[in-house]
């Protein structure tokens, strides 16, 4: 079928099988490799991007679902080749270490800050849930969360 979406800001058209997954257009055509594969159940949250800025699964999303919409993915993310505010904040709170699931929490952090400019630790908890990390460890994550809350309204110290 022809799809025609927006990934990152950019217009994207092709011809893909009806049953291609957004994760093998975005990994497999696109080379947008940012975004991981893991459990392929929507469970792990590794391969999280938002469309029309809610988080989804792209292991359990077709293709065609993001027709005439807005998909963001991690490479996406950062502002004029600097990195955004919820990078910044995860690299200042070690809140990666091998870096995989690290998009995905990225990304729906940013879900979370755009209902929540403000959201309290529990918010952020839950809210991050849906993500998990097999290595760095949930405090240095929800760290980096309450510094993204910070680095995005702008507001000093800690
Ligand atoms: S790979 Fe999609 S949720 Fe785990
Ligand atoms: S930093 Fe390795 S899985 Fe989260």
Redesign the pocket.
């Known amino acids: 079928m022809q799809l025609q979406t927006t990934i990152n800001g950019k217009p994207i058209q092709a011809e893909v099988p009806a049953e291609t997954l957004l994760i093998d257009l975005l990994r497999d055509d696109l080379d947008l490799t940012g975004t991981k594969r893991s459990c392929d159940m929507q469970i792990c949250g590794s391969c999280t991007v938002l469309l029309d800025g809610q988080p989804v699964s792209s292991c359990s999303l077709l293709a065609y679902e993001t027709q005439d919409r807005q998909v963001l993915t991690i490479e996406g993310v950062s502002l004029n080749g600097s990195l955004h505010p919820v990078q910044t904040a995860f690299l200042q709170e070690y809140g990666?270490?091998?870096?995989?699931?690290?998009p995905g929490m990225v990304l729906t952090t940013l879900s979370l800050l755009a209902e929540n400019p403000n959201p309290d630790e529990e918010t952020i908890r839950a809210h991050i849930g849906s993500n998990l990390?097999?290595?760095?460890g949930y405090y240095p994550i929800v760290n980096a969360v309450k510094k993204s809350v910070q680095l995005t309204n702008n507001t000093p110290g800690d």
């Open positions: 990666l270490q091998c870096g995989f699931c690290t990390c097999r290595c760095t």
